[in-house]
């Protein structure tokens, strides 16, 4: 059965340093989503992404954060400078027009 | 905007009993979906089970079903025969229909399935 993937499943980055969490969306969804879970809060939107640009965003994702499809098949978040605040669980998602799928997450901790 | 509650954080079973969860949410589209999804201790989000708002006929999979009452606007789950492997966090979400838009979460509840 096709799964989102995402690498790396841990990340700990220590403040101010910029991270790139990538994700392998299922190979014929064409909308594209990030989620981040801060631990014991409920599942937040950050961003989605249809046809090689940005189609929704949430006030989570300021000029901090940034999203790429580099080569047609990854599907990448940058947090540049990263805060205390955005230790969290970050699932990415992919998805038709009648359901989506979330990946297994990247745990990042920002020490 | 919309919005997704879930009023119990948390509810517990005794195994092979079964259990109904609940969540009711709010919005103006006619065209949208609802899924609960589990997240057990690993984080995982796990699908667990889809419903279209324009379907009258509720979902099932398996021992999950949900009661989907449109114009009450709520969603509730229900696991019948439940297991010990049923324990986790389980969110409903919405999501608008047009545009495939993003998923909007409940708190979550937290279930417990006892031996």
């Known amino acids: 059965e096709p799964e989102v993937t995402q690498t790396p499943s841990h990340q700990v980055t220590q403040m101010g340093q910029e991270v790139i969490l990538r994700c392998v969306p299922i190979s014929n969804h064409l909308y594209f989503y990030w989620y981040r879970q801060i631990l014991g809060q409920k599942v937040e939107f950050l961003v989605s992404?249809?046809?090689?640009?940005?189609?929704?965003k949430s006030e989570i994702f300021d000029d901090q954060f940034s999203v790429e499809r580099p080569d047609g098949s990854n599907f990448t978040l940058k947090i540049r400078s990263t805060k205390l605040e955005d230790s969290a669980m970050y699932f990415c998602?992919?998805?038709?027009?009648?359901?989506?799928?979330f990946g297994q997450g990247t745990r990042l901790t920002v020490v | 905007a919309q919005t997704v509650t879930q009023s119990q954080p948390e509810m517990s079973v005794q195994e092979a009993e079964t259990v109904t969860l609940s969540c009711t949410y709010d919005t103006s589209e006619s065209d949208y979906y609802l899924f609960w999804y589990k997240q057990p201790p690993s984080r995982q989000m796990i699908l667990v089970i889809r419903q279209e708002a324009y379907k009258q006929q509720n979902a099932t999979e398996n021992r999950f079903s949900v009661n989907f009452q449109k114009a009450a606007k709520s969603f509730s789950l229900k696991i019948s025969d439940s297991q010990l492997g049923d324990a986790a966090m389980y969110f409903c979400?919405?999501?608008?229909?047009?545009?495939?838009?993003?998923?909007?979460f409940g708190d979550g509840t937290t279930l417990t399935v006892k031996p």
């Open positions: 998602a992919s998805g038709s027009l009648t359901e989506a799928f």
């Open positions: 979400a919405y999501r608008r229909g047009t545009n495939a838009g993003k998923s909007t």
């Open positions: 992404f249809y046809n090689n640009e940005i189609s929704e």
